[in-house]
């Protein structure tokens, strides 16, 4: 195999983990893997899932591959989404303890966490790095930032977060994209939750509880 043969073939395999993790994780792709990353956050998480699970992680991959046929999340309806996510997680009847499934749970992990939990269960997690902790989702699903670590302007506890629309980049329900710019009418971009201008200012964003196939419940 050539070094270019090899190189696309690995180009590939990182475009569909971003999308096989936009689904997992109820994130957009470009919300947790925007086109000019200079730390290359989903590089980094991709080395870790590979070196972490091995075979298991290059079969899970494949089996994205295979259900969602190269069609991008976003252009999937919740119905493929769901059907598509227990396959992968092996709550379609498959078996939920298949070191395939176990790696899908260690990757939603990873994003929204840091952290590489190993799919044998019994070794102990590591964090990948401190760029994986800071910009972990969970601190993006709590319309937050990491604990000890902020760029958000002084003062912007007083205010409302931004909508967590703006953090997942999806829209929420019954709303189109760039519907307005509050509430659960705006779709906003990861880009702008993160913006030292935009945070603190509030928007009157609501909470939901939950993070169904990247949308509010």
Do not use: C
Request: hydrophobic share 35%; net charge negative; glycine share 14%.
């Amino acid at each position: 195999m050539s070094d270019a043969t090899q190189a696309s073939g690995q180009e590939k395999a990182q475009q569909d983990f971003v999308q096989m993790s936009a689904l997992l994780t109820g994130f957009a792709a470009d919300a947790i893997a925007p086109p000019l990353d200079p730390v290359d956050l989903a590089g980094t998480l991709f080395a870790a899932a590979q070196a972490g699970a091995g075979k298991a992680f290059d079969k899970l991959l494949a089996q994205y591959a295979k259900l969602s046929g190269g069609k991008p999340v976003k252009d999937m309806t919740p119905a493929e989404r769901r059907s598509i996510g227990e396959a992968l997680l092996g709550l379609d009847g498959g078996d939920p303890d298949a070191p395939t499934a176990a790696t899908a749970r260690s990757v939603t992990r990873l994003w929204y966490l840091g952290y590489w939990y190993p799919i044998d269960g019994k070794s102990a997690e590591t964090v990948v790095s401190d760029q994986a902790y800071i910009r972990g989702l969970a601190w993006k699903a709590m319309q937050s930032h990491a604990m000890g670590y902020s760029t958000w302007q002084y003062g912007y506890w007083a205010e409302s977060p931004p909508p967590l629309t703006a953090f997942t980049g999806n829209p929420a329900p019954g709303s189109q994209a760039g519907s307005g710019s509050g509430g659960q009418g705006s779709r906003g971009t990861a880009a702008e939750a993160q913006s030292p201008s935009t945070l603190g200012q509030g928007k009157g964003g609501q909470s939901p509880a939950a993070l169904p196939e990247g949308e509010a419940s």
